[in-house]
């Protein structure tokens, strides 16, 4: 199985790294934050992929905080959350224990509060990170758990992460044979349904172009892809932003030998 659902995500989300100032500024508006907000200083490290040193960090303080506190909804999914992040930035070696740390704290998660958002869709992310370590046959059981995860998502609030849920289910219908699940007319749905609702989600736009691609559509999928390389990269996710646009010049360039 391919980087499916989740870089997914990785590429797809809205977020804002901290902005750049110096370390006695950074630290007061930190202090005077965190003593309003205690989850303030692990969400401004927290950069989603972009800057593994930072994420690593938000992962240490939210278990910290964990460790003394350990059935606390709110730091329970932010450790699932981190989890994923440092575990798809880390050698292969290393990449299980982040992953099955981030199902263990999002089982936790949703347990305590099973309807709330965050929980069922960070357990989601951190199977997804565990079943591509184990290869989709030998993990088809906890492909069936991220599709139940990501449907509860969609059914609790379908916007949250720019649509990642959308992403993830249509990535996953692409991807998979139709023995086991997969279905090409119902990914082209559900990815125009999240380009709908979030189409500045470069990654899930990326996704579409490819499922028109394989659906013989290739005037859709040029439509897509001219559309990724013309949009401004988002500076909080320039790195992510850059790389599909690559990916989609060098698809579009494939569809034009064609």
């Known amino acids: 199985m391919q980087k499916v659902f989740i870089l ?4 797809g989300f809205s977020y804002s790294p901290a902005l750049s100032q110096s370390k006695s500024r950074a630290g007061n508006a930190s202090s005077a934050a965190a003593s309003v907000n205690p989850f303030h200083e692990v969400d401004s490290l927290m950069t989603f992929g972009e800057d593994n040193e930072r994420d690593k960090q938000s992962l240490e303080i939210a278990e910290k905080a964990l460790s003394s506190d350990g059935n606390n909804y709110q ?3 932010r450790v699932a959350r981190a989890c994923y992040f440092v575990g798809d930035n880390v050698a292969k070696a290393d990449k299980l224990r982040y992953f099955e740390r981030g199902i263990d704290v999002g089982e936790r998660a949703t347990a305590q509060l099973p309807d709330a958002v965050e929980g069922h869709f960070w357990l989601a992310v951190n199977y997804g990170g565990y079943a591509e370590q184990k290869g989709v ?3 088809l059981r906890t492909v069936k758990k991220i599709r139940a995860e990501m449907e509860t998502v969609l059914r609790l609030n379908d916007r949250y992460q720019n649509g990642g849920a959308y992403h993830a289910l249509g990535e996953m219908d692409r991807e998979l044979p139709r023995l086991f699940g997969g279905n090409l007319q119902r990914s082209i749905s559900r990815l125009e349904q999240g ?3 979030a189409p500045d989600n470069l990654e899930m736009k990326f996704v579409l172009a490819r499922a028109y691609q394989d659906a013989k559509r290739k005037e ?3 439509r897509q892809l001219q559309d990724i390389i013309g949009r401004p990269v ?7 932003d850059r790389n599909v646009q690559e990916k989609a010049r060098r698809m579009l360039d494939e569809l034009g030998s064609r």
Request: net charge positive; hydrophobic share 60%.
């Open 137 to 139: 046959f030998k993990a």
């Open 8 to 11: 997914i995500i990785l590429l």
């Open 220 to 222: 859709d999928a040029r």
């Open 195 to 197: 380009v709908g609702i």
């Open 75 to 77: 730091w329970l999914w």
């Open 234 to 240: 988002n500076h909080s996710r320039a790195k992510a």
